[in-house]
Each structure stands twice: as C-alpha cells, then as structure tokens.
C-alpha cells in the first residue's frame, strides 16, 4: 500500500484517507480557515489522544525576543476569559486524564491524552487555551520568574549543559544552535508585549494542526475542533489555504570547522559528547541512521556500551543519538565518566565510531538493530500518544506518513554497506568535542587535536 504523501497544505476541504494496519484508518482533512486535523482511529482501544500542534519553534523567534515560545508554552496554562488555571488543570484530573506542552526548536505542541468519552472536553480546553489565552501582564511576570527557575535548574544539570553547549557548537549562529528556553538574561530583558506580539502572530487558523487518536471519530473531532475555534474567536473562512510547510533555510552560518569546548562545572563526574553534523528529518538515510545509532550506542548490547561500561567500566552511562530538522542535523555520542579518563574515554567513542566507519558491522549486529527498531516502534504504538506525535511530525516535518508495516520494511531493508557508508560521511564532517565538569583549563582541545591531529 502506498504512503500517505502529505501536501504542503492542500485545497480547503480536501480530503485523504487511508487505511492502516491492524484495522487503523488514518484521515486528514483541510477545514475552513486552514485548519489541518489528522486522526488515526484505533479499533479496541478506549484512551484518545489529541495534539494542537504549530510548526512554530525557538529557531523562529526574533533575536530581540529569543524565548519567547517557550514562555508563550507556559502562559497559555495560566488562564482563558472562560476558564482559570486551576479550571484548566482541574478538568483533567477530574477525568483521570493529562495535558503538558512542549517547545521544540521547530514546533509547538499542546497535548492531553484521556478516555474517549472525554474527548469533546479535552478538545475544547486545549482549542480555549490556544485560541484565548488572557496573558495577563501580572501572569507574565509571575511566570518570568518560574522560568527563570526552570533554566537556572538546567544550568544546575550538566549534561543538560553538555548537550545545549554541542548544539550551539555543531549549529553556530544558525538559529537551530539557540536554546529553547532561551537565556536567563533573554528572559530577564523579555518584554510582555514581544510575547504578546508573537501569539498574535503566530497562533492563526492556517498555522493550526490537529492531530488526534486512539478511539476517535474523524467527523467528530474535526466538528469539535471547528466549534472550539469559533468560540474563541477565530475566523475560519472558506477558501483559506494552511500556511506552506517550512522549506530549508540557509545553513551558511553552520560551523565549517570542528570546536573543542570545556565547560567548568563542579561535577564528580565528566560529561563528554563528541559528534557533529547528521542529516535532516527528512533525509532518505533517516532509516540507516536509526541502525547506526541502535548499533553505535541505542541499547545495552551496542558497541559504546559493552566497550566502555561493560569490558572496561569506564562509564555508567553511554550512548550515541541523532537528532533531524528542516535542513540538517545532529549526530553524537555520549559518555559519563570520572574526571581524569576524559581522554581515555573520548579516544574509545572515536574509535567505535571509526571501526563502523571503516570496517563496517556485522551480519549478528545488523539483525539485533533492525530488530530493535521494529520492536520499538510496534510497542511504542500500543499508546495512542506515540501515534498522535507520529501524525503530528509526519505532517509538519516530512510532508508523508507511512503505514508501519511500510516503515518496518524500510528499515528492514537497510544494509551493512549502507551503514559503513553513512558512518564515514558523518565522520567527514567537522568534529566538535564537548567536555563538562570539574576542570581549572582545557581539556577538550588537547583532547580533539589528539583524535584528529588538528587543534580546534
């Protein structure tokens, strides 16, 4: 069965369909305002989960206004005209049910998950929430300061500190390298009128997407969803086309060189990430890249983790991952070690990462990776949260979406050849060495100019 190929948009009131595995039916629609509403009805389940997505993220704010998503994410609990923030959190505990948010560097998303009898009252909240939100000034300034509580609460987290430190060596002053949350001193100088300025903005009907599933109907959410957003306000007029889906940007401030970064903190332990450029979500490699990262450092029987905690005990925690946007990516590996076997440590992740690249993998590796992946993903499924994310990133990131029998084939298909070759391309690309934890100098650059003979 062919995949579910998402345009960029789509005429108002057009309408795909598709029929998933285990009975699944997937349908997407295009309502008046350019609403977009993806479900995936799951027979036998009884839970439903419901996502406001706006491919709205931290790498489109205004450099005047960096943070101003994530605050937005946080304000949009605190209250409606109809509806207190105690109301909003009430009428999910009274149900049993739950709804977050969370910021990404591409997206926004607002999500509750609860039985399928509550479904309409979910959709209503979480579409009041979005459509109305008071952001009130008081508000504002009350939450400033549990943000600056959240950010001040990561800086106390290295390895939290590792990974924001890769992503602003391997992205540079390309907007994928900010923070998400954006600085303390950003959120300091963050005027209330930015974060206003960017709701209205940003928060429109064609910037809208809806995805739900579980024991959902198509017809009744996309009604629910129509009602929800009338009664907050927004006009939905026919004829009204969702906005195009982001198109890659200029990556001419992306580092063209490695970095060695040491960051001081005073940690027992040393948090060390080495890596670099990966490719873009929407790569055709993305099915070979999630076999390297099963066999580099995906499970207790990968390569990082039997060489570095299990042979030798260097590290509790060890692991490789990957991460895709618009126009590129990221690729890394990951150990936490004592101070002083930094060097050791790091030379060990270089020469897993060379070994794949150079000589390949083995037949027994190749079978234990796909066979993780396909078992992962069928069980991450089970939930129907997982497949509202899935239709979700399909339709704001890849523009398709695949049956899982299809994608399983895809990753059944990949090859050891492939995998040698993908390694070695992401080896080719600079090499950037973050090092955090209780050091008076530098110990990455040493570190780096050792692996590659080129101080950074």
Same mark, same amino acid.
């Given at each position: ?19 998933? $595995? ?17 479900? &995936? ?19 489109? @704010? ?25 109301? =909003? ?24 998950? *609860? ?18 939100? *008071? ?7 009350? &939450?400033?300061? *549990? ?7 990561? &800086? ?7 990974? &924001? ?19 303390? @001193?950003?959120?300091?100088? %963050? ?25 959902? $109907?198509?017809?009744?959410?996309? /009604? ?21 889906? !982001? ?25 060390? =990430? ?11 490699? +993305? ?22 905690? /299990? ?20 690729? #890394? ?7 002083? +076997? ?11 990462? $060379? ?11 190749? !079978?234990?990776?796909?066979?993780? =992946? ?7 499924? /089970? ?7 899935? %239709? #979700? !990133? ?5 523009? @398709?979406?695949?049956? =899982? ?28 060495? *973050? ?5 008076? /100098? ?15």
């Amino acid at each position: 069965m062919p995949e579910l190929i998402l345009a960029p948009g789509g005429a108002p009131g057009a309408e795909v369909h598709l029929q998933g $595995d285990s009975g699944a039916v997937v349908r997407r629609s295009v309502l008046p305002g350019g609403i977009r509403v993806l479900t &995936e009805s799951v027979p036998g389940q009884r839970s439903a989960a419901l996502g406001a997505w706006l491919a709205v993220g931290s790498r489109d @704010e205004h450099t005047d206004h960096l943070g101003s998503t994530h605050f937005l994410e946080h304000l949009l609990f605190k209250g409606t005209p109809r509806r207190s923030a105690l109301d =909003i959190s009430a009428a999910f505990d009274a149900v049993g049910g739950e709804a977050n948010a969370a910021t990404a560097k591409e997206y926004t998303c607002y999500f509750a998950r *609860v039985l399928d009898a509550d479904m309409a009252m979910a959709t209503d909240v979480i579409l009041d929430m979005v459509t109305s939100a *008071v952001l009130d000034e008081q508000e504002f300034e009350n &939450e400033r300061g *549990v943000i600056l509580e959240e950010l001040a609460m990561n &800086e106390d987290d290295p390895l939290d500190v590792a990974h &924001e430190t890769f992503a602003a060596s391997v992205f540079g002053t390309h907007p994928l390298g900010r923070p998400i949350g954006g600085t303390a @001193e950003t959120i300091r100088n %963050l005027p209330h009128h930015a974060v206003l300025e960017h709701y209205r903005r940003t928060y429109t009907p064609p910037e809208l997407v809806i995805t739900a599933a579980g024991s959902v $109907d198509h017809d009744d959410v996309c /009604e629910q969803v129509l009602s929800a957003v009338r009664a907050g306000g927004w006009v939905t007029s026919e004829g009204v086309a969702p906005v195009p889906r !982001r198109h890659a940007g200029n990556t001419s401030d992306i580092p063209t060189t490695g970095s060695a970064t040491t960051v001081r903190r005073s940690t027992e332990q040393a948090h060390v =990430i080495l890596g670099g450029l990966g490719p873009a979500a929407g790569d055709a490699r +993305r099915y070979v890249l999630a076999v390297l990262n099963a066999v580099l450092g995906g499970s207790m029987s990968s390569r990082l983790f039997q060489e570095i905690r /299990e042979k030798r005990g260097l590290a509790y925690s060890t692991y490789s991952f990957a991460q895709g946007y618009t126009e590129t990516g990221a690729f #890394g590996l990951y150990a936490g070690c004592t101070p002083s +076997r930094v060097d050791q440590v790091t030379e060990l992740l270089q020469a897993e990462w $060379d070994a794949v690249a150079s000589e390949g993998i083995t037949d027994e590796e190749l !079978r234990r990776a796909i066979g993780q =992946i396909s078992g992962g993903m069928v069980l991450g499924l /089970e939930d129907s949260g997982s497949r509202m994310a899935r %239709l #979700g !990133r399909a339709e704001i990131s890849l523009g @398709e979406l695949n049956l =899982i029998d299809e994608t399983l084939d895809k990753v059944q298909a990949v090859t050891a050849d492939q995998v040698r070759d993908l390694a070695a391309d992401l080896l080719a690309e600079p090499r950037h060495l *973050v090092v955090v934890g209780p050091f008076s /100098e530098d110990v990455a650059g040493p570190t780096l100019a050792h692996l590659t003979g080129v101080r950074a």
